[in-house]
C-alpha cells in the first residue's frame, strides 16, 4: 500500500487534468458554431486535449468519449488546405472594413504598418509592428484575435494618452537624462526606460511597439520640437541602441537611435 499522500497527489492529478480538459472542451463549444473560419484554434485545442489524455487518470467511459471527438475532427482536416485559403481570404476582407490592405503570403502578411504572422503549423498568430521589428502581441489562430488586437493597439494606445500628455512626458524625460553624458542628443531608448522606471509615480509605461506607434501617430506635432536621428549601421546590432518608427501609413518605416531638441 502506498499510503493516503499517494492518493491525494493522484487524485490532485487528476483533478487539475479534468479542469483542463474542461477548460478547452468549453473554449472548443464557443468556436464550433464557425468551424471552417475557427478550425485552426479548435484544432489547437484539440491538441491540447490529445496530450492531457496521454498523461492518464481518466475512466474508460470518458476517454472512449473524448477519443471520438479527437477521431471526428481528424476526420475533417481532409480540406485543411481549402480551410487555410478561406481563413487568409476572410482576414482579409476584415482588414479590409477596416481600411487597411493585405499584401503578402506565407507566414507573412503586411496591412498598413504591422506585419500578421500565421504559423499554420504551430496554429499561432504573430503581430508585429513594421516588417518584424517589434512584436505586439501573439496567440491563438482566429480571426477574431487578430482583428480585436489590431484594434486594441491602434485605438486604445491613443486613448492611454493624448498627444499633448505624450509631448510633455517625452520634455520631462529629456531634461532629467544627464546632458553630459550625451551631449545635446538622448538616446530614445534612455527615454523610454526613464518612463517606465517613473511607473509608479506616473502609472505610464509603454513596450517598444507602442513607444514607437505614438512616436509615429504624433510625429506631426513632435517633430516641430525634436529631430530624430536615423541609426548608423553600428547602432543596428543591439536592439538597445536602436527604435524601429514607422515614416509612414503604408509602412515604411526607419531605425532611430537619438531624438533631439530643436534650438529656438
Not at 112 to 133: A, D, H, M, R, Y
Not at 158 to 165: A, R
Not at 251 to 261: D, E, M, R, T
Amino acid at each position: 500500500m502506498k499510503g493516503i499522500e499517494y492518493l491525494i497527489d493522484k487524485y490532485d492529478q487528476a483533478k487539475k487534468h479534468s479542469e483542463l480538459i474542461v477548460k478547452n472542451l468549453k473554449l472548443i463549444n464557443e468556436l464550433n458554431n464557425d468551424f471552417e473560419i475557427n478550425y485552426f484554434a479548435i484544432k489547437h485545442y484539440i491538441e491540447n486535449i490529445k496530450n492531457t489524455l496521454k498523461k492518464g487518470f481518466f475512466n474508460d467511459a470518458l476517454k472512449e468519449e473524448s477519443d471520438l471527438l479527437i477521431k471526428n475532427f481528424d476526420d475533417s482536416q481532409t480540406n485543411s488546405e481549402n480551410l487555410k485559403f478561406g481563413f487568409i481570404n476572410t482576414l482579409e476582407k476584415k482588414l479590409n472594413d477596416m481600411g487597411f490592405k493585405m499584401s503578402g503570403h506565407l507566414p507573412d502578411f503586411k496591412t498598413s504598418i504591422f506585419t500578421i504572422e500565421i504559423n499554420f503549423n504551430s496554429l499561432n498568430s504573430v503581430i508585429w509592428l513594421g516588417p518584424k521589428q517589434e512584436k505586439i502581441n501573439s496567440g491563438i489562430l482566429t480571426i477574431q484575435s487578430i482583428i480585436e488586437n489590431l484594434k486594441n493597439f491602434c485605438e486604445k494606445l491613443p486613448q492611454k494618452i493624448n498627444e499633448n500628455s505624450f509631448l510633455k512626458i517625452i520634455h520631462e524625460n529629456y531634461s532629467i537624462i544627464n546632458n553630459e553624458e550625451y551631449d545635446d542628443k538622448k538616446p530614445l531608448n534612455s527615454i523610454l526606460n526613464k518612463i517606465n522606471e517613473n511607473y509608479i509615480k506616473t502609472k505610464i509605461k509603454f513596450s517598444r511597439a507602442e513607444f514607437s506607434y505614438l512616436l509615429f501617430k504624433y510625429s506631426s506635432e513632435l517633430l516641430k520640437s525634436f529631430k530624430l536621428t536615423v541609426a548608423t549601421r553600428s547602432n543596428t546590432r543591439q536592439r538597445q541602441d536602436f527604435l524601429w518608427i514607422p515614416d509612414d501609413a503604408d509602412g515604411n518605416g526607419s531605425a532611430y537611435s537619438y531624438i533631439q531638441l530643436k534650438e529656438n
